[in-house]
């Protein structure tokens, strides 16, 4: 009977050891103002600005592939880490750690191994335009128009000829554009 406690004793602490020691991967990395970093080809920390005026502190914004908004946040030095998590699934926790004239440090961490996958300049969201279709991002309403489509100011885009916007090229689209011609409809 005795055997049985110890043995349950044993399983059950070591299942608590196993669970409370779950590894945190620590990387750090050095960001310039106006450039960005890719962590694991998924999320994007873009360094906005650094200032020391109210302590110091670094505008970052943290953003994706599937999430080109993303969050912008405000660290300052000694603050408690600022989470992110990606569309994906990847989970960080960033700790602002020290800023220069033009740069910052910061202490990332995930429960699984970070790489530095990508690096460059950014030059801010109004530049970001993941598909490509002359809107920026922070105004697109559709992100993932295809290539060769018609886009209106929103984003949003359309077949060339797709007159009804139905994602098909029929006689329906021919009828409104003939309309269109002779007047009877205004296309716009």
């Known amino acids: 009977m005795n055997g049985c406690r110890i043995l349950a004793i ?11 020691a779950a590894a945190t991967e ?6 310039g103002t106006d450039e960005y970093i890719v962590l694991n080809n998924d999320i994007y920390i873009e360094l906005l600005d650094v200032s020391g005026d109210m302590g110091w502190s670094a505008k970052v914004w943290f953003y994706g592939y599937l999430d080109p908004v993303g969050i912008k946040r405000t660290l300052y030095v000694g603050d408690i880490p600022t989470g992110y998590t990606s ?18 440090s910061f202490v990332i ?6 790489y530095v996958t990508g690096r460059g300049a950014g030059g801010g969201e109004e530049d ?25 100011s929103d984003g949003r885009g359309r077949m060339w000829g797709d007159m009804n916007g139905d ?9 409104m554009l003939l309309q269109a011609v002779v007047g009877k409809i205004e296309i716009g």
């Open 109 to 114: 961490e995930s429960p699984i191994k970070l």
């Open 10 to 20: 044993t399983v059950l602490l070591t299942l608590i050891f196993s669970m409370t």
């Open 167 to 175: 994602a098909k090229l029929t006689s329906a689209d021919v009828l």
């Open 26 to 31: 620590i990387t750090n990395v050095t960001i």
């Open 128 to 152: 970001l335009d993941i598909d490509d279709d002359g809107v920026p991002d922070i105004w697109d309403l559709d992100n993932s128009t295809p290539a060769g489509y018609w886009t209106d």
């Open 87 to 104: 569309v994906t699934g990847l989970t960080i926790d960033v700790t602002l750690d020290s800023i220069f004239s033009n740069g910052s």
